[in-house]
């Protein structure tokens, strides 16, 4: 009687070269993917500061209409901020560059320039780019709302 053997045995293992092959085209295919996933990852930091700079826009338009007077805001590299006896706050962008362009001027690193808001909850137009290494994402600020009113991007 002879025995003999089967390959039923090693059906349910991989060998040593089937598992380094596996990983390396696991690994090949995460190398190609990471490049694709930069802009996304540049996006979602340029939208979330675009958002923060909304945001605080329109809390200070309403904070102008219940107060009765002028807000204004300063724009620094860092982002914005009120410092007035009443009111005070802050949106932090450190991780993008600002800039902004009031009607008539140009597109300037935003450094000391003093965005108003008047009492009737009108905020001074004004376009506003965030930038981070290559990409960018600008916004025209509507002055009744304070919300995005176009948007212009390259990402």
């Keep these: 009687m002879t025995c003999r053997r089967?390959?039923?045995s090693r059906r349910g293992a991989f060998t040593l070269i089937e598992v380094i092959i596996a990983l390396a085209i696991v690994g090949l295919i995460f190398v190609a993917l990471v490049p694709l996933a930069a802009p996304s990852l540049s996006e979602r930091k340029l939208r979330h500061s675009m958002d923060d700079i909304v945001a605080f826009v329109r809390s200070n338009r309403l904070a102008a209409e219940s107060a009765g007077r002028d807000i204004v805001m300063v724009c620094g590299r860092d982002g914005l901020r009120v410092n007035q006896k009443t009111l005070a706050g802050r949106v932090d962008v450190s991780d993008v560059r600002l800039s902004i362009r009031f009607?008539?001027?140009?597109m300037e690193h935003a450094d000391g320039q003093a965005w108003r808001i008047l009492p009737c909850g009108v905020v001074l137009p004004a376009t506003v780019r965030v930038?981070?290494?290559d990409y960018w994402l600008e916004a025209d600020i509507d002055p009744l709302t304070g919300d995005i009113l176009e948007e212009r991007y390259s990402l």
Excluded at 103 to 106: A, L, Q
């Design 6 to 8: 089967t390959s039923a």
């Design 103 to 106: 009607p008539g001027g140009k």
């Design 131 to 133: 930038e981070d290494g």
